[in-house]
């Protein structure tokens, strides 16, 4: 089980890396004029989403494998615990920003992005609030 819960918090903490330094390209795309630059950004953008869903399938099947090597056959139950379902609206909800990132780097790539760097600045901080929740909830497990 230790192997499992190495991986997986390899995994999260991978993931979490992404969802936090692709909105700060965005930040640097919005401000940014130069084509020369925003092919660049462009790029580091595509290759950092490719490392990004490779994390989040790592963290998926880590978390899955975890559940069943800390709960084995009873894993129903385990999963019906209220920080359990707490923790899975808002890995939901992560889910979520990180599809939402992908859209906006297309949208860049379209030239159809409209928000400033000042909203990417704030976009950015989102998941740094998911993730204290998330941890509070695994170690505290406070309902």
């Known amino acids: 089980m230790l192997l499992i819960k190495t991986f997986h918090v390899f995994f999260v903490v991978s993931w979490f890396a992404c969802l936090f330094y692709l909105p700060r390209l965005f930040v640097n795309h919005a401000q940014n004029q130069d084509a020369a630059q925003r092919k660049m950004l462009l790029g580091m953008e595509f290759r950092l989403i490719k490392m990004m869903k490779f994390t989040f399938i790592g963290t998926i099947i880590s978390a899955v494998l975890l559940v069943y090597a800390l709960a084995g056959e009873h894993w129903p139950t ?6 359990f379902l707490a923790k899975m609206v808002l890995i939901v909800l992560l889910i979520g920003y990180h599809h939402w990132c992908i859209k906006i780097h297309r949208d860049f790539k379209l030239e159809k992005e ?30």
């Open 78 to 83: 385990y999963i019906k615990q209220g920080w």
């Open 114 to 143: 409209q928000h400033s760097h000042v909203w990417f600045r704030v976009f950015n901080e989102m998941p740094v609030f998911a993730l204290f929740a998330v941890i509070y909830l695994v170690l505290a497990k406070p309902f």
